[in-house]
Each structure stands twice: as structure tokens, then as C-alpha cells.
């Protein structure tokens, strides 16, 4: 399962996190070094961006949003507009693992054109 952003959803910590109470632990330290202190396992879930928005990370998520219910995209290396700058942001806000998932959506939209 791929998310709008390009997350593989396999192997995302916040995806696995309810079924694996090591992943969630690890994300509760993460979380509360990162200043929310009142972190706690049951905060860390998702299904995806296809799956109940109550249960996905962010709900009002704006990649997702854009994509799924604007675009009606499966992922954005689909737009026209690919890549725009919430992509951009998203590659550079210092999680190494966006960056990761922009670059795989580049090789996927590089390899939709060499189909073509």
C-alpha cells in the first residue's frame, strides 16, 4: 500500500505501530523528544489514505486531500502538476523518509513516461 505522498505503507512505524507495541514505543520516545510529552502508544495509527480517515494519521492531511479527493488520484507522480511545492515541503521538512517517498513517486512518474 502506497500513500499519496509516496510512504509505503508496509513498512511506516505509525502504520505498523498497533499491532507491534516495540514500533510504538519507539514512536512515543521520538514524539516526546520531539516536545509532545504526553505522547502515548494509542496515538500512533493509520490505514492509509484509502483507508477510514478517522483512522489515518493526519486526517486533514493536504497531500492526501489533494490527491484522493480532489484529483481522485491513486498517488501524486499522477498529477500534471507533479511535483508542486506541498510535495517539495514535504521532501524537505527533515524527515529523511519523505524525502525517501517523493524520490520513489519521482522513479515512478520516470517510469510512466518511459512506458509511454
Do not use: T
Not at 78 to 104: N, Y
Amino acid at each position: 500500500m502506497l500513500g499519496a505522498c509516496g510512504i509505503d505503507c508496509s513498512v511506516c512505524d505509525i502504520h505498523l505501530a498497533p499491532e507491534n507495541p516495540e514500533i510504538a514505543e519507539k514512536l512515543v520516545k521520538i514524539f516526546v523528544n520531539m516536545g509532545y510529552k504526553d505522547a502515548k502508544p494509542e496515538w500512533f495509527h493509520c490505514q492509509g489514505c484509502s483507508g477510514d480517515r478517522k483512522e489515518h494519521w493526519s486526517s486533514n492531511c493536504q497531500i492526501m486531500e489533494c490527491c484522493f479527493d480532489k484529483k481522485h488520484l491513486e498517488n501524486c507522480s499522477q498529477c500534471s502538476e507533479f511535483v508542486c511545492d506541498r510535495l517539495d515541503k514535504f521532501a524537505d521538512d527533515g524527515f529523511g523518509h519523505h524525502k525517501e517517498a517523493v524520490e520513489r513517486l519521482k522513479k515512478m512518474k520516470k517510469g510512466s513516461k518511459n512506458d509511454e
